[in-house]
């Protein structure tokens, strides 16, 4: 088997021709690539992201325009995806591109109407780093310079992705796509965020949120980057001040604190009812531990240390009679708070709050999460102990000053000098840090924007409908009922992020009273001014936004400033999608087709959390609309992709080393990502896939020579039958004497394709020669096209390119040797059995390897030759009715005719393998 791209002998030669063409080098897989993409710009198959030719019109091409030729009663489907990241192609983009994308083709090839509006991600993070980055040796970049050239790596870096599925064939309306990122387009969000605004689905709130102390601004949690951190964690005592004083005064309550720094924060100790609490003598003192965490402090003691010795079991109730002192700050005494067993109950559900599996938690609500969830269920102070650059404040006491990861440099010698430290121990966590500067990222309450739909009930009632989640389509799959589950337990959603370049949120405070404008005038004043884009928010003052003489509703006052924070990217990306999706549409028209991670994976979490946002946003913006019209996506049917439990990013080298096909091939991989995925086992993946690759196109090539071989010959023998008529016919003139009319007269005319109407036109003698291995190669044929067909409704495309290649190297290999030996009287059945049945293989492997496919097409198909087209823009059909005529017509003997059509599917294969076995033996 030769390499790829090395250059071998044309074997795919046009047929047809009376000469034979010039050789000429076989084209490498990047150039057959191109010249494939070219006829699909030429031929309007779909609206693609590269349209060279200026011969065509272009203003009909839309998503549906090439498909009007189908059936009036074809299906109508949109294909709906998470946005798309610019900035790199991972192994999750890849598989979903590529399943999304055979569905379409299959689906346009079976005659139905298939929409694909590519979704791109809005305001990625990582581009104003970039920019900012890129202008720090330079004088202070200006805003609307940083904005302006934002946008403009945002451009290039989405046009580099564009070509990169461009390449692989992906079919996609990537023109309208783009729209969705102008400027114009844009300002149709400010309506909606304006309609949440009115209908009070916005609020300005304290929240407790990531914060970097470097850069001094709060962090998005989904742009939290989670790297391995070393730790410092270790038990600390806590001496009793009130309660089990019959004990002596050496009696501490002990607790594992995973972060050392942490210890001065802390307001209270957090308890829980359903634990067991033990009293324990150990080296003079009596230290108290929750019954989780002694057996975990009694595990990773030496051998040669004694264990703590139980003295008293002591219950939940009686513990929260007691107080204990602050190990860094003697003075202040920490109170027992018995946490109520409703909000344990929900914090086990959501599994956020794990340390609570341990029965006891340093409270520290000012800056842990979990802590700050139960400080608000408990109306706790959470008054922050450090500031925006990370530094104590006076609240720390003799802290104040110091940098809080520099901290543990003093309080570990602290508490080893009180004798409070009992256990270190160094260890290594996945913690959350900043993306611009990989600082480690900590908790700070600090006031934000955030969707919230808990104080409107007519929004809560129409989400928990059963009709609501009955449009939606496919309710029985698990990942609609998973939808469901996260829309029941929505918690606010974050609107605002401390951003230089991204959406505005559209609102004015009050200098005075920081109240924001609730004047409906006023706000369709301000909207109005920013309806041409988002720019002219930032550019015009405020005295140009607002009507002359506006004034506060809350105090009168006349001075006004601009909202500071942005619109984060993640909100502004849903209500994008929004925007585009079924929202206010009524049901029906077409069904919403998506492509969703398999269960129990990270991808599945993140997509069901994803389309519970969207479907709670759509609920508030409803408003007073129908039910059946507040979905975001109508109709929704799922498709699994395969298994991907591990993320890698696919180089541009790999993309460029493999034919576009292979890749494609790559994605379809059963549980590609059951294992963990490195480049080395992708390569290994794809040199096998390359390998089969070749194959097959090593068989196509021989078919198409085959056919050429036999077009030659038929103009051959129809010459020499037409002069030997032409004689006969001027002899038998002579010897009657008569004259013959010139237009009684036909002679053949010499073939230049091998078109259907030839076969149906033969001679009924070649008709007639029909033998019964043809006739078992339509039957093995047909029974293999339902088999494929079974593969793709059920999703498993990788089956649907085992089942035809294995039938291509196996049958089609065998039944070209077989009929090359065939006298010439067969021939021509031969020659349109091979050629129908390699034309609906190819068909079924057009969504798989379209450029293999459009490549052999023309040179193997009928109707590639005769028409000027793609195979995409003709319909899978069966095999062709000439070939059954032909079998009516057979004359084979009757009993091998009556015996071969009563034949199951099963043993008509059983006959057909004998007849491999006999040739295989012969040979």
Known sequence: MRKRNSTAKNTTRKRGKSTRPEKKPQLTDRERENAVLEIWGNTNVYPLANKKSNAVERNTVKANATQSRHASQAETYVLREMPTAVDALTLSTLCRKVCQDIFLKAELMQGHHVTYVPAWETYPLWIEEYVIEAAKSKTPIKLSVLRKRCRARHKQELEVQKQKFHQLGIFADWDT?????????????????????????????????????????????????????????????????????????????????????????????????????????????????????????????????????????????????????????????????????????????????????????????????????????????????????????????????????????????????????????????????????????????CSKWVFSISENHATTQLLNAQEYWDNYGDTEHKDIRDVQNAVLNFKDLQVSAQRQWGMPLPILLCDQCDEPLTDKNTLNAIRNSIQRGFEF???????????????????????????????????????????????????????????????????????????????????????????????????????????????????DAFLRKYPADVTRLVAITPNVGTEQVNSKRLNKLAEDYLVEYQQLQGLLGSVSNWLYRFAQDSQTRNKTESENASQRKRKNERQSGKKRSKDGITEAQTPTHLEAHQIEGASTTAIDKILPIDSLAVTVASQLLQDVQQAYQDGNFHEMWTLLTDFCEEDIRFYVRAIESRPATTLHVAQATLSQIVTVLLQRLAPLTPFLVEHFYPLISTEGVTGNHSIFQKKWHLLSPTIGQARQGSDVENNEKRSFSSLSPMDAKAEWEVLKNAHDAES
């Not at 104590?392 to 003799?398: I, S």
């Not at 069904?591 to 759509?618: H, R, Y």
């Not at 408003?623 to 799922?638: A, G, H, N, V, Y």
Request: aromatic residues 8%; charged residues 20%; hydrophobic residues 35%.
């Open 177 to 445: 796509s783009q729209k969705t990122l102008e400027s114009r387009q844009e300002a149709r969000l400010i309506a909606l965020i304006s309609r949440l605004r009115d209908s009070n689905y916005l609020h300005d709130l304290p929240q407790l949120s990531p914060w970097c102390p470097s850069c001094t601004v709060p962090i998005n949690e989904a742009n939290l980057v989670h790297i391995p951190t070393h730790t410092l964690n270790g038990y600390v005592k806590f001496p009793f001040n009130v309660g089990l004083e019959e004990f002596g005064i050496n009696v501490f309550f002990c607790l594992q604190t995973p972060h050392l720094w942490e210890i001065a924060g802390i307001v209270e100790l957090g308890i829980t009812d359903n634990t067991t609490y033990w009293l324990t003598q150990w080296q003079d003192e009596y230290l108290l531990f929750s019954e989780p965490q002694l057996k975990h402090f009694t595990k990773h003691l030496s051998k040669r240390q004694s264990k703590p010795k139980p003295v008293k079991e002591i219950k939940a109730s009686e513990l929260t009679q007691c107080a204990v002192a602050h190990p860094l700050f003697p003075a202040k005494d920490l109170k027992i708070t018995l946490i109520p067993e409703t909000v344990v109950k929900e914090a086990v559900r959501d599994k956020s709050i794990s340390p609570l599996e341990s029965g006891v938690m340093p409270l520290n609500p000012a800056h842990h999460q979990s802590s700050y969830d139960i400080a608000q269920a408990l109306s706790m102070n959470t008054m922050p102990v450090f500031d925006e650059t990370g530094r104590f404040t006076e609240e720390a006491g003799q802290l104040c000053g110091l940098y809080l990861f520099d901290a543990e440099k003093f309080i570990v010698p602290q508490l080893e000098k009180c004798g409070y430290l009992l256990k270190t121990q160094k260890g290594e966590m996945h913690e959350p840090h900043c993306p611009r500067c990989n600082e480690l990222a900590v908790f700070r309450p």
């Open 537 to 651: 928010w930032f550019r015009l003052s405020v005295e140009e936004l607002l009507p002359v003489d506006t004034r506060c509703l809350n105090c009168n006052s006349s001075e006004f400033r601009k909202e500071a924070t942005l619109i984060d990217s993640h909100f502004a990306n849903l209500l994008q999608i929004i925007d585009n999706s079924d929202f206010k549409k009524p049901l029906g028209g077409h069904t919403s087709v998506m492509f969703v991670p398999q269960t129990d994976t990270v991808s599945d979490s993140k997509w069901t959390k994803w389309l519970a946002e969207i479907s709670v946003i759509s609920a508030a913006l409803s408003r007073s609309r129908p039910i059946k019209e507040s979905q975001p996506f109508k109709q929704l049917k799922l498709n699994t992709m395969p298994q991907i439990n591990s993320e890698i990013q696919i180089e």
